[in-house]
């Protein structure tokens, strides 16, 4: 069975320029995660969606960072006029809800950086 | 709101000892579910036990077991005769949340080094 999948692994950009990630969940996981990691950090909520719909995006900085999951499967992240401080990992994650107790299954992640 | 809290930034330990990590938590949930996850060096989180705030045993798998002690609101990770692949930042992480919607609310990691 094939595990997450993300795409970038790794990025460099300037301050202002855009950046999309892309994720690949395990097959049938109904729940898609997206965390910032910082360096150092343990993961923080960005935003999670159950099939297509958004279940929780109070974290997302809604005015750079967006994110979409339109037909319940893979996912984007993008972030629109990045930032120094949006340099992190970011890593998607999924799960499929009834059949565990809030186990989830991490890609490798995306490393960001803003110069 | 829920936290977890992890002191211990590093460990360093000789292979084939014993180890602890700490974790302590705070809920106001009656009924919740603790975690332990590694970061190896790649980058990749992997699950590795859970306990669940209503059993009393706690939780063992492989060379992973816990010490959860409820009334202190903690959850130690015991790691048995480590091995140099050990090396890795753990996380402790806790549910939050009722029925399907949940997330899980994360320390900020314990960085374990293995020496020969």
């Known amino acids: 069975e094939a595990g997450v999948t993300q795409s970038p692994r790794y990025a460099v950009l300037q301050e202002g320029q855009a950046v999309s990630f892309w994720c690949d969940p395990i097959s049938g996981h109904d729940t898609l995660y997206w965390y910032q990691q910082p360096r150092d950090q343990g993961p923080q909520l960005l935003v999670y969606?159950?099939?297509?719909?958004?279940?929780?995006n109070s974290q997302l900085p809604s005015d750079r960072f967006s994110a979409v999951r339109p037909k319940g499967t893979n996912s984007t992240l993008k972030i629109q006029s990045a930032k120094q401080g949006d340099t992190a990992t970011y890593l998607c994650?999924?799960?499929?809800?009834?059949?565990?107790?809030?186990?989830?299954?991490f890609g490798e992640g995306s490393k960001l950086t803003v110069l | 709101a829920q936290k977890v809290t992890q002191t211990q930034t590093s460990i360093s330990v000789v292979e084939k000892t014993t180890v602890t990590m700490d974790c302590v938590y705070e809920?106001?949930?009656?009924?919740?579910?603790l975690f332990w996850y590694k970061q190896t060096a790649s980058g990749e989180i992997v699950f590795l036990i859970r306990?669940?705030?209503?059993k009393k045993e706690n939780a063992t798998v492989g060379h992973y077991s816990l010490n959860f002690q409820k009334p202190k609101s903690s959850i130690g990770l015991i790691i048995t005769a480590t091995q140099i692949e050990d090396s890795a930042v753990y996380f402790c992480a806790m549910r939050e949340g009722r029925g399907s919607n949940y997330q899980l609310i994360w320390g900020s990691g314990t960085k374990l080094i293995i020496k020969p």
């Open positions: 306990q669940d705030s209503y």
């Open positions: 994650a999924s799960s499929l809800v009834g059949t565990d107790t809030g186990q989830l299954y």
């Open positions: 969606f159950r099939d297509e719909a958004v279940i929780d």
């Open positions: 809920t106001r949930d009656s009924s919740y579910f």
